[in-house]
């Protein structure tokens, strides 16, 4: 039986909202007392038959952009321009609801959610075999929406994937020291967790699925707004981090980029950027 369990009519996916609060009250206890950091790890999140849909709309690769650096390599991400068909987008509407909004409230105890109706850095992703992404905090401001991020969610869509392929997503501990959660990325597991400027998480293997098989998900993020605005937080892009006895590269583009944003002044910044 699925964690939820939406109706759907018509191409309609709608979630029940009382449903939705009552199972998020079931598992705050277990999502707050989560280490490394607030999470929590659902399998059978959603029915596969709905997850099935999702996938054979999922949108082809060829012709598109893809992430290739040291850091995250052979990464795509396809924004809602690029879904393929009416229950993805529908899907993805649900997730923004009030009733699953309300689900991720009570579970996690953060009230006052806010949805990102453009899904930026969200939507549909998929690595190929190779690829991955590296161990990294995520990026903290919404500036459009101007909110503070706050929550991840993570739901796989990789049917009959095997150990072997790899592809685990990678919980850290604050201080980099110690791998405290690996997650396979099997159809239908779920992941949520508290985003901060140290929850260190990522994907930093390479994918070693066979060729014709990729490693796919759905991914959401919910924000908050902060008193005072947008200034009285750091901001901060995705910040990758090396784990200990690896060959992980220091990133020093952004770690220079978030040091001119906390100590140089802005005029000074601008000066510079022209140079």
């Known amino acids: 039986m699925a964690v939820l369990d939406p109706t759907i009519e018509s191409d309609v996916v709608l979630f029940d909202e009382e449903k939705c609060r009552s199972v998020g009250k079931s ?21 596969p038959d709905l997850l099935r849909k999702v996938l054979s709309e999922f ?3 060829e012709g598109k952009t893809y992430f290739d650096r040291s850091q995250e390599r052979l990464k795509y991400q396809y924004p809602p321009s690029e879904w393929g068909g009416p229950i993805t987008h529908s899907l993805f509407s649900a997730f923004n609801s009030d009733a699953f909004v309300g689900f991720l409230e009570e579970m996690t105890g953060i009230s006052g959610l806010i949805v ?10 998929e690595t190929k075999r190779g690829g991955h992404l590296g161990v990294h905090a995520d990026f903290n401001q919404h500036v459009r929406l101007n909110v503070v991020r706050q929550l991840n969610l993570l739901i796989y ?19 980099m020291k110690t791998r405290e ?6 159809l239908g597991r779920a992941v949520v967790f508290t985003t901060t400027l140290d929850s260190y998480h990522g994907q930093p293997d390479p994918v ?8 796919r998900s759905m991914a959401l993020y919910y924000y908050k707004a902060v008193e005072g605005g947008l ?5 901060r892009t995705t910040a990758f981090q090396v784990r200990p006895q690896s060959t ?19 005029v000074v910044r601008r000066r510079i950027k022209r140079i």
């Open 181 to 186: 959660v690996s997650v396979l990325p099997v």
């Open 59 to 61: 949108p082809k690769s």
């Open 248 to 266: 992980d590269q220091v990133d020093w583009r952004i770690r220079s980029k978030h040091f001119l944003d906390d100590w140089v002044p802005p």
């Open 231 to 235: 200034d009285r937080v750091p901001k």
């Open 208 to 215: 070693m699925c066979p060729p014709e098989l990729s490693r």
């Open 27 to 47: 598992l705050h206890e277990r999502y707050v007392s989560a280490s490394p950091f607030p999470s929590i790890v659902m399998d059978d999140f959603l029915s």
């Open 116 to 125: 990102d109706p453009s899904f930026v850095g969200g939507g549909l992703h």
């Open 157 to 175: 869509l990789n049917e009959n994937w095997e150990e072997s392929y790899g592809g685990n997503l990678e919980l850290w501990d604050k201080s």
